[in-house]
């Protein structure tokens, strides 16, 4: 059975811009570590920034940083 909350969240059409310009600016800045070997939180929380607001951009960088490091 499918869990009706997470699947309304997931549907959420506010939601679904969000999660794909997550996904491609995480995109954008792990290129930008690959090719210069720095820089990964600085491109991610400046991109996330122009799509949320600050805290919110800091915070969906947290994770990723400390997993790639």
Known sequence: M?????HS???DPLLQPLVFS???IYFV????KGTLG???PTT???LL???TDARTAISLVVIPVVVTN
């Not at 499918?2 to 997470?6: E, F, K, V």
């Not at 800045?29 to 930008?32: D, I």
């Open 22 to 24: 997550a996904f491609f």
């Open 2 to 6: 499918i869990d009706t909350y997470w």
């Open 38 to 40: 720095i820089g990964f």
């Open 29 to 32: 800045a792990g290129v930008v």
């Open 9 to 11: 969240i997931m549907l």
């Open 49 to 51: 920034a122009q799509v």
């Open 44 to 46: 991610a929380v400046s």
